[in-house]
């Protein structure tokens, strides 16, 4: 059974073993992570998911103060658990701790070539809105997507 829950300082080193391999062009270090989980909660908003004891996936977002845009800084899912609705779910956490704290939009990026993420991002209400150049590493673009709140 697939469970969330924050993540803590023991997970580092398993979430910067899947930054290598999930996000090779430009991974995370464990004091990036360090820096991130410092925000949580006044500032950032991370979460895993486990199957068992096994983390599967991880997504973080960044909303400096109230009233401006939420930037999601990471949606991760490994590669043998995607497509069971486990983006989507950290896509509505993100979004709800957002709201709360009373965001306007949320923004992201996504790899142009993400497909399947682009469409998820769509179904929930985001839009292309420009295109950041070689944005994961030498002819690899990103789409920018946005969502306003209302």
Request: one cysteine or more; proline letters at 6%; glycine letters at 6%.
């Amino acid at each position: 059974m697939i469970t969330y829950r924050q993540p803590i300082a023991l997970d580092i080193p398993v979430l910067v073993s899947y930054e290598k391999e999930l996000f090779p062009y430009s991974p995370w270090s464990s004091s990036q992570f360090k820096e991130e989980f410092a925000g949580i909660p006044t500032t950032r908003f991370m979460s895993v998911a486990e199957d068992g004891n096994t983390i599967i996936g991880y997504c973080g977002v960044f909303l400096p103060a109230p009233g401006v845009e939420a930037d999601i800084l990471t949606v991760a899912v490994l590669p043998a658990y995607r497509r069971q609705g486990i983006a989507r779910e950290f896509m509505r956490q993100i979004e709800a701790w957002a709201a709360e704290r009373k965001a306007r939009a949320m923004m992201l990026e996504v790899e142009i070539s993400n497909e399947s993420a682009i469409k998820l991002y769509e179904s929930l209400g985001y839009l292309k809105i420009s295109v950041r150049m070689d944005y994961y590493g030498p002819g690899q673009d990103a789409h920018v997507m946005r969502k306003e709140f209302s």
